[in-house]
């Protein structure tokens, strides 16, 4: 039998503007479509759970989130290593990524809200060594992007605004 393709364009495009809902209803309803027709097979699932993270992956790289910090918990890795399992498994760890990823989006997306998490982390850990790279992973972006965005929003450094809290 044909199987059926994931329209990516389309996805993509529903990611970018954080239509999480719209995404999700997307590939379900592809999914759905395909077992009512017999055409759901296992390498349908394959193909829809690989193309689907390529999307989502490509979007967090846009975004400068790193997608293996976003999914390193528990329970992303036990629900990824099943998803293929069948079609409610599949649309579950679709649910789960895209509510995920989209609320991390949006989170950087809206600048100040992660320069706060990063001063609550920076204030909540100041009397441990702390190094750009765990307050990145704290809040899933990369070092980089963490201290370029923090000195962007309030004029000093990561490691002046650390020192500043330790003395304080």
């Known amino acids: 039998g044909q199987t059926t393709v994931l329209d990516v364009d389309r996805l993509r495009g529903l990611f970018e ?3 999480e809902v719209e995404a999700v209803n997307l590939v379900s309803q592809m999914l759905v479509a395909d077992a009512k027709s017999g055409r759901l097979c296992a390498q349908t699932l394959h193909s829809v759970h690989k193309d ?23 329970t992303a890795k036990k629900m990824e290593r099943g998803c293929e ?20 989006i ?3 997306r809206e600048s100040e809200t992660v320069v706060e998490k990063i001063k609550r982390y920076i204030d909540a850990n100041c ?12 809040i899933c972006l990369s070092p980089d992007y963490v201290s370029k965005i923090f ?13 500043e809290r330790k003395i304080e």
């Open 151 to 163: 000195k962007a929003k309030t004029g000093e450094s990561l490691k002046d605004y650390i020192n």
């Open 85 to 104: 399992n069948s079609l409610f498994d599949l649309i579950k760890w679709i649910s789960f990524v895209a509510k995920k990823a989209i609320e991390t």
């Open 17 to 19: 503007k954080c239509n």
């Open 106 to 108: 949006i989170q950087v």
């Open 52 to 74: 689907y993270m390529q999307v989502v992956f490509s979007c967090l790289a846009q975004e400068h989130i790193l997608a293996h910090e976003l999914f390193q918990d528990a």
């Open 127 to 138: 009397c441990t060594a702390l190094t750009r790279e765990d307050i990145a992973r704290n």
